[in-house]
């Protein structure tokens, strides 16, 4: 049985979670829980990303919530950020697991610990968007429903057009 363990005493047992494959039972997954910007930095770094001091800080309050997934001395192995609009929508943002981790079930259960709490804070919808690398396994793994969408580059667009009215 592999369990998210809520600052608010919220479980959420395997079976609540059926996009949850067999995970290594020594990694506990918490929603909510403290994770430092420290470790946000080191773990964004580790996959090639921007890491900027402050920016777990900055961006923390706005989230409905975010799971962890540590090992057993306490380290970060994954984690993954909830954004929402205060109701009906929230947006899974930053999926990470480190790269010695990988491939072993913790994103899915990452995931899968997001669907059970955005259903609990009466969200209806999750988004997420990503990269045509990740569509098995968003689509496929964790059970999203591919959709049109739109996607502007804010640092590209416009540079050659007069702003609209």
Not at 112 to 128: D, I, S, T
Request: proline share 6%.
């Amino acid at each position: 049985m592999f369990r998210i363990l809520a600052t608010d005493g919220l479980l959420t047992p395997m079976a609540a979670c059926p996009t949850i494959r067999r995970v290594s039972s020594s990694i506990e997954y918490r929603w909510r829980w403290p994770v430092s910007d420290a470790e946000m930095m080191t773990l964004t770094a580790a996959h090639g990303g921007q890491a900027v001091p402050g920016w777990w800080d900055q961006i923390r309050p706005y989230s409905l919530g975010w799971v962890t997934a540590r090992l057993p001395d306490g380290g970060l192995a994954g984690f993954v950020n909830v954004a929402w609009d205060g109701g009906d929508h929230a947006f899974l943002l930053d999926t990470k697991v480190a790269r010695d981790h990988q491939r072993q079930g913790i994103a899915t259960a990452l995931v899968g610990h997001v669907v059970r709490h955005a259903e609990a804070a009466g969200c209806e919808w999750l988004h997420v968007d990503f990269g045509p690398h990740l569509a098995a396994f968003y689509l496929h793994t964790c059970g999203f429903q591919s959709t049109p969408a739109g996607v502007i580059h804010l640092p590209t667009h416009g540079r050659d057009r007069e702003p609209a009215d």
